[in-house]
């Protein structure tokens, strides 16, 4: 597989390079594109053969999940079995931005997806590009990071290009992504927990949470 390298403006991005994007996703391919976040790995969750292709590019192990992209909290909420409080709490004071949530999956979710646990990572982004393309496309996306399993994000991408070359369809190159990467929080349980802190700190969170 050859991986097509397209430059693009992280703020303003080119409705052809948009577009060019979406069609391959609609196509079950898998494609990288710069997020507010990093860099990462974007496809249909709903189409099996696209998932199947992520866990492949990325050596992913078959029980991690995938996260999704969201385009607002009626999209979230199509995606979960039930949406805690909590969850609407921190979403409404987070979205869009570096906040992870993790929810009960709907029997709409493909078990693949969620790594045959029944829970699934959702979040919504603040960047203009992967916006446009949950517009275009008016559905969820799998968002996860563009790198090979164990091993770092990549930050630029040329950098992406050099590591996924021919096990991604397409790169969108919009220079840098220095986000901290996105905090991860469990809400499924009668607690909350964090599994991976990033840009917003436990502190924070546990202010927003106060009395839930």
Same mark, same amino acid.
């Given at each position: ?5 397209? &430059?693009?403006?992280?703020?303003? %991005?080119?409705?052809?390079?948009? *577009? +060019?994007? *979406?069609?391959? @996703?609609?196509?079950?391919?898998? !494609?990288?594109?710069?997020?507010? *976040?990093?860099?990462?790995? =974007?496809?249909?969750p709903l189409n099996l053969n696209a998932v199947a292709k992520v866990f492949q590019a990325k050596g992913r192990e078959p029980n991690r999940? $995938?996260?999704? $992209?969201?385009?607002?909290? #009626? ?33 709409? @979710? %493909? ?21 446009? #393309? $949950?517009?275009?496309?008016?559905? %969820?996306?799998?968002? /996860?990071?563009?790198n090979i399993s164990g091993q770092p994000t990549c930050r630029s991408g040329i950098e992406v290009f050099g590591v996924m070359d021919g096990? =991604?369809?397409? =790169? ?11 905090? /991860? @929080?469990?809400? /499924?349980?009668?607690?909350? +927990? !964090?599994? +991976?802190?990033? *840009? !917003?700190? &436990?502190? &924070? $969170? ?7």
């Amino acid at each position: 597989m050859a991986t097509d390298l397209i &430059e693009v403006d992280q703020e303003n %991005p080119s409705e052809e390079a948009v *577009a +060019r994007a *979406a069609e391959m @996703v609609r196509q079950g391919r898998v !494609i990288a594109i710069p997020t507010d *976040a990093l860099y990462a790995l =974007v496809a249909d969750p709903l189409n099996l053969n696209a998932v199947a292709k992520v866990f492949q590019a990325k050596g992913r192990e078959p029980n991690r999940s $995938l996260p999704l $992209l969201v385009a607002d909290l #009626l999209m979230a909420e199509e995606l979960a079995a039930e949406l805690p409080p909590r969850f609407y709490l921190l979403a409404r004071h987070y979205w869009p931005g570096p906040l992870t949530l993790i929810v009960p999956a709907s029997a709409k @979710v %493909p078990l693949k997806v969620t790594g045959n646990t029944g829970r699934l990572a959702l979040r919504q982004s603040k960047s203009k590009l992967a916006n446009r #393309l $949950l517009e275009i496309l008016g559905q %969820p996306l799998i968002c /996860t990071s563009a790198n090979i399993s164990g091993q770092p994000t990549c930050r630029s991408g040329i950098e992406v290009f050099g590591v996924m070359d021919g096990r =991604v369809d397409l =790169v969108l190159d919009g220079g840098l992504c220095v986000g901290a990467g996105a905090t /991860t @929080v469990d809400v /499924t349980e009668p607690w909350w +927990r !964090i599994i +991976r802190e990033g *840009a !917003i700190p &436990e502190k &924070e $969170l546990a202010e927003v949470l106060k009395g839930h």
